[in-house]
């Protein structure tokens, strides 16, 4: 079975930076895209940042030119980079991984999309 374990939010000033990771575990055999949601209380859940297989990258247009999001496909890890952050940004984070894995019976393999437990960064003074 695959787990993602979200890391790196937290509390942080207006035009300050966080980090979040978010490492896939278990048996695969790859991973596709990877992605940063985010939600607030209330509100549908809101796409923030992809990247692909390939390495490319895309970002909702409220995060441009401050979030970049990576990947280290050696780790299995997506990782969310948060600089000059305002206190809009603050949400529940969550990643998303679409990766094959082995079948539970061993017989082929699947494609699943997996979400992170969800990580609170909140930006305040």
């Known amino acids: 079975q695959v787990q993602l374990v979200e890391s790196g939010g937290g509390l942080v000033q207006p035009g300050g930076s966080l980090t979040l990771s978010c490492a896939a575990s278990g048996i695969i055999y790859s991973i596709n895209d990877m992605g940063w949601y985010r939600q607030d209380p209330g509100e549908q859940r809101e796409s923030v940042a992809k990247?692909?297989?390939?390495?490319?990258?895309s970002y909702a247009d409220s995060v441009k030119g401050r979030f970049t999001i990576s990947r280290d496909n050696a780790k299995n890890t997506v990782y969310l980079q948060m600089n000059s952050l305002k206190p809009e940004d603050t949400a529940v984070y969550y990643c998303?991984?679409?990766?094959?894995?082995?079948?539970?019976?061993?017989?082929?393999?699947?494609?699943?999309?997996?979400w992170g437990q969800g990580t609170q960064v909140t930006v305040s003074l």
């Open positions: 990247i692909t297989k390939h390495e490319r990258t």
């Open positions: 998303n991984v679409n990766l094959i894995r082995p079948r539970e019976d061993r017989n082929g393999v699947i494609n699943e999309v997996l």
